[in-house]
C-alpha cells in the first residue's frame, strides 16, 4: 500500500452523498453496478463493507450525518420533524467553518421539512420559501453557501417562483420550468411495467445529476486561498427512478441482480411487518403536493418484470451519479488540489429493492435498507482498506475533522482513523426510529444494532424482535429472535443497545409528513 503524503495547511474536505442508495450498489460490491468513478474512491482509500444509517428515512439519517448525532439525541426521530437550530449550530459545517474553511452545500439538503402542515420559516418548507428573496444562498446549517433543491423528487408538482429554490430557478430561467417538469415525467419507449419507474423524456441536461455536477465543478474551479469543505449531496437514485437516455437504457432487465428471495414473505416475522404494509393510515395519507394524487409511498406486491424494470433504470441513475463523481475528480485533477483533497461517498440510507417483495422504505431493516456505500480516500489514508467492522454514517462528523487535523465538540460517534489503521475495531452500530402511527400507520420505539455477524431490530414497547445471522443467512431468512439456543446471542444485543449513551432529548414536534 502507498501514502499520500499531504501538502502544507488544510486539505480539502468533499463530501459526496446519494439518496437511497444500497450498499451493495457499488463496483466494489456483489450486484454488478458499473461505478469505476466511486470505486476509485475505495480503492485508493478506504472501503467500510459494514456502514450503516443510522436512521432509515432521509430526514433524520441526514440530521444525524451533520451533527454526528443519533437520531434520539438530535430529537428528528421521524421524516417531518424539523432538526432544532441549536443542535444543528454544532453540526460538521459549523466544525469547519470555525477552522478557518470555505463551507459550501450542493443539492438536496433535506434539514427541515418541505410538505408542512403549516409555515416553518424554513428555506425548505414549501410555505416559507417565498419569503426568501431570489438572491439568497445561505447561510443554512453552519454552511456559508448553498444551492439547494425544494423539490429534489418528481413525486411532488411543481411551483412558480417564488415558491422554488436554486435548482428549480435553473429549470425556470427561461420561463420553461413547468414545461421541463412535466417533461420529465414523460415516458421514453419502452415502456415500463411499474408506475414508480419510466424511462424520461426530459433532455439530460435539465435533470438535477448533471446540475449537481455543473455546481460542484465551479465551486472546484474558482476556490479561493480558503480550504473548501463541500457537501455535494445528489437526490437519487431515491424513488421515483427515472432517467433519461442513455442512462435509462446502461442495463438491460434481463441482466439486473435480483435478490434471492424477492417474494413477499411475511412469516416467521415480527407484528410490525403486516401491520405496516396493511395500515390503512399509509394507504389513505393525503399529501397535497403528491403528483398527480397518487400515494408514492405504498407499493403492491411486485411482479418478476416490474423489479427487473426498476432495478435496472435504478442502477442507470446511479451509473449517471458515477459519471458526476468522474467529473470531479477531474476538476480536482485539473486545479491540482486532488492530493490535498479528503472524499468521502456515502448514502443516506439504503432501498429494499425487491428485498422479501419490499420496495422502497420502512420498519423493517434489512440490509439492503440498513447497510450504506462508505469510502474515504484523501492525505494520509492507505489505499485499498476494506474495514470489516460495523460502522455509521454518524461517525463522520468526528472523522472528518479528525483527519483534516481541527477540533470536534464530542458527539455520538467517534473517528475512524484507528480502524482504518487498524488500531482499533468497533463491536457494533446502533439505528433507531420512533415510527409513529400518524404517518405510518404503527406506534414502535424500534431499535436496530449491527453487530459483526448478526442484525437485531427490537420493538422497546412490546419487547418483540427479530435476529439473523448474516454469516450463515444472508438472505435474512430465518428470524432467531424466539430461538432459544440463541439467548445469549439476543441478551448481548440487547446489552449492545443498552449501551447507548443516556442523552436523549425530546421528540422535535411533528411539523409534517415529509
Known sequence: MTIEQPRAGKPNVILISTDQQRGDCIGLDNRHVRTPNIDRIGRSGAMFAKCITPHPMCQPARAS?????????HGVRDNGRNLGEKIGSLGMANVFSDAGYETRFIGKAHFASNETFHPTGAPECYHSTADFPADWGGPYFGFRQVELMLRPHHHCGWQEAPYTLHYENFLDNDGGGRVRWIRAKEHVLPETSHYQAWRSALEPGWHSSPWIGDRAIDMIKNKGDKPLFAWVSFPDPHP??????????????????LPRHWQLDL?????????????????????????GGKNWGVVDPLEEQQLRDITAIYYGMIAWIDAQVGRIFEALEA???????????ISDHGEWLGDHGLLLKGPMLYDGLLRVPCLIRGPSIPEGIVVQDPVSTVDLRQTLADLAGIEASPDNGRSLRSVMFGKESRDFALNEWEVDAARSGIDMDLTTVRSQRYRMSVDLKTETGELYDLRDDPSEMANLFEDAGYAAIVKE??????????DKVPVAPRVGWH
Do not use: Q
Request: proline share 11%; net charge negative.
Open 267 to 291: 412469516d416467521n416475522r415480527p407484528w410490525w411487518h403486516r401491520a405496516f404494509l396493511e395500515s390503512p393510515v399509509r394507504h389513505n395519507l393525503k399529501r397535497e403536493h403528491a403528483e
Open 335 to 345: 486545479s491540482n488540489e486532488l492530493e490535498n483533497t479528503i472524499i468521502v461517498f
Open 65 to 73: 450525518i451533520l451533527t454526528g448525532k443519533l437520531p434520539y439525541t
Open 493 to 502: 444485543h440487547m446489552d449492545m443497545i443498552r449501551s447507548r449513551p443516556d
Open 240 to 257: 421515483p427512478f427515472l432517467a433519461p437516455k442513455p442512462w435509462c437504457d446502461l442495463y438491460h432487465p434481463d441482466e439486473v441482480d
